[in-house]
């Protein structure tokens, strides 16, 4: 492991994590490591909302948004309003903090869509295609619609990754001119404009007893103070699956589905292809013009 300068101890490093695939703590700390300048750029400055395994993913876990009293002082927090006070989240901009919060069982990260020097003006756009009855082939399709609606004719960038669970994430990156009200009405536009032109396919319905088997075109996440999967982020799922950013080419592959990358083959495909969302940030836009061009086609229905 690599030195640090606060004398970071790993501790009950054997403990297994995942008992039907053998994955132990040690191993999260390693894979953690391993992919840290990856995966750091998408937590930098963003709060932090982490998922717990203390007992492995065998137990429920819990999700936990306060820092404990018992974290070191040198992980940075930053406190951020609610609705009835205040959340001192975790920020986590270092392979140090990383390492510290797997060795507390910190299998999954969750992160807001705004960063902290601007926190109620997000820098992403989220939409979440979580499949029913596990048809990857639906989510790729929802996927593709939503890349043809946002890049040809809102002219917006699109990028894609799977979530490591069950779905993908189509992820549009902002330039923070516009807040979080106007983007989730933005986006409950295209959500709406998608599932109207397929009907059949695709629904807004958040009650699934009315969606009658149809993917539903998740928006809400792009709300104030709600979270999204880290790009590289292990799922407390056996094998340890990695939510991992794609080539939109990838969805062609009619052996990919949510779980395809895990610990064990993720470097491989780094290696091979690199981080396909590389320029991310070098592609933000404001959504104000394209919210004019939303609305001539809604208008054209």
């Known amino acids: 492991m690599k030195p640090d300068t606060h004398n970071l101890k790993i501790s ?28 750091l750029p998408y937590l930098y400055d963003r709060p932090l909302t982490m998922q717990r395994f203390p007992e492995g993913i065998s137990k429920t876990g819990f999700f936990q948004k306060n820092e404990p009293t018992y974290f070191p002082d040198w992980i940075t927090t930053k406190k951020i309003k609610k609705v009835d006070g205040w959340v001192n989240h975790v920020i986590c901009n270092t392979e140090e903090t990383l390492i510290y919060l797997v060795n507390q069982e910190v299998l999954t990260f969750h992160i807001a869509l705004s960063q902290i020097d601007k926190i109620d003006y997000p820098n992403k756009l989220v939409f979440d295609l979580d499949p029913p009855n596990g048809n990857f082939d639906l989510a790729i399709k929802a996927a593709k619609a939503l890349r ?7 002219e917006l960038s699109t990028y894609v990754m799977t979530t490591g669970s069950r779905g993908l994430h189509v ?12 983007v989730h009405e933005f986006s409950k536009m295209v959500a709406t404009y998608i599932s109207t032109k397929n009907s059949k396919e695709f629904t807004t319905a958040i009650r699934k007893v009315k969606r009658n088997g149809r993917l539903y075109i998740d928006y809400l996440r792009n709300s104030y103070a709600q979270t999204s999967v880290a790009p590289f982020s292990v799922r407390a799922i056996e094998h340890a699956p990695i939510a991992t950013p794609l080539n939109w080419d990838e969805l062609n592959d009619n052996t990919l589905h949510a779980q395809s990358y895990t610990i064990n083959n993720i470097f491989k495909k780094l290696e091979k292809e690199g981080n396909p969302w590389i320029d991310f940030e070098l592609n933000c836009k404001s959504i104000a013009k394209s919210k004019i061009q939303l609305k001539k086609l809604i208008d054209n229905i």
């Open 12 to 39: 009950h490093r054997d403990k297994i994590l995942f008992p039907t695939s053998a994955i132990t703590k040690y191993d999260m700390i390693k894979y953690y490591i391993n992919i840290a300048n990856y995966m």
């Open 148 to 154: 043809y609606l946002l890049e040809e004719e809102l």
């Open 171 to 182: 992820v549009t990156p902002l330039n923070r001119e516009e807040n979080f009200d106007e």
